[in-house]
T-cell receptor, first 114, second 112 residues
């Protein structure tokens, strides 16, 4: 079952901040974030594993609320290079202990204007 | 260089003609997955594999087959392609659960 991402699209001026949200109806093992540039493959940004965990990658960070099964990606002081489509991916714990593969949301299109 | 290699990059075929898209990784990864990407629908998982001879259906497995006879290879087979399988396909691999995936460059398939 696909996680739900919001918003579907964001248009920003360079230097502005953005937040992308991801939510699931199932208990999550992990949340991944990826960025895809037009015509290219998705590229891994970061993964979050624990409730309340936060991680950072340059000016891009994320949080994971395990109780609510929600994650948010924060882009601060956005740069032109941040443009692209952002996907969250979720892993759900199987009864046998492994994860069931990575299921992606529909993506959020981020456009950064000069 | 560590990578996931898909072939071919582009393919145009006719309805009903069996085809195979190959995927190979040189990183000794346990997990491998196939996705299709369509406008507005994001990346949808077709099949995934947690190890050799261990495969399972994703969200959209109808019309596809996979096999995992060796750790490095995970081919996607379309026994009788139809126009609704026209899409951009990605193969991806990961060392294990809770580690980021590396994606191949994609295969753009057109079925006429």
């Amino acid at each position: 079952q696909q996680p739900v991402q919001s918003p579907q699209a964001v248009i920003l001026r360079e230097g502005e901040d953005a937040v992308i949200n991801c939510s699931s109806s199932k208990a999550l093992y992990s949340v991944h974030w990826y960025r895809q540039k037009h015509g290219e493959a998705p590229v891994f940004l970061m993964i979050l594993l624990k409730g309340g965990e936060q991680k950072g990658h340059e000016k891009i960070s994320a949080s994971f609320n395990e109780k609510k099964q929600q994650s948010s990606l924060y882009l601060t002081a956005s740069q032109l290079s941040y443009s692209g489509t952002y996907f969250c991916g979720t892993e759900i714990m199987e009864s046998g202990g492994g994860a069931d593969g990575l299921t992606f949301g529909k993506g959020t299109h981020l456009i950064i204007q000069p | 260089e560590a990578q996931v290699t898909q072939n071919p990059r582009y393919l145009i075929t006719v309805t009903g003609k069996k085809l195979t898209v190959t995927c190979s990784q040189n990183m000794n990864h346990e997990y491998m997955s196939w996705y299709r990407q369509d406008p507005g629908l994001g990346l949808r998982q077709i099949y995934y594999s947690m190890n050799v001879e261990v495969t399972d259906k994703g969200d959209v497995p109808e019309g596809y087959k996979v096999s995992r006879k060796e750790k490095r290879n995970f081919p996607l087979i379309l026994e009788s392609p139809s126009p609704n399988q026209t899409s951009l396909y990605f193969c991806a691999s990961s060392p294990r659960a809770t580690v980021g995936y590396t994606f191949g460059s994609g295969t753009r398939l057109t079925v006429v």
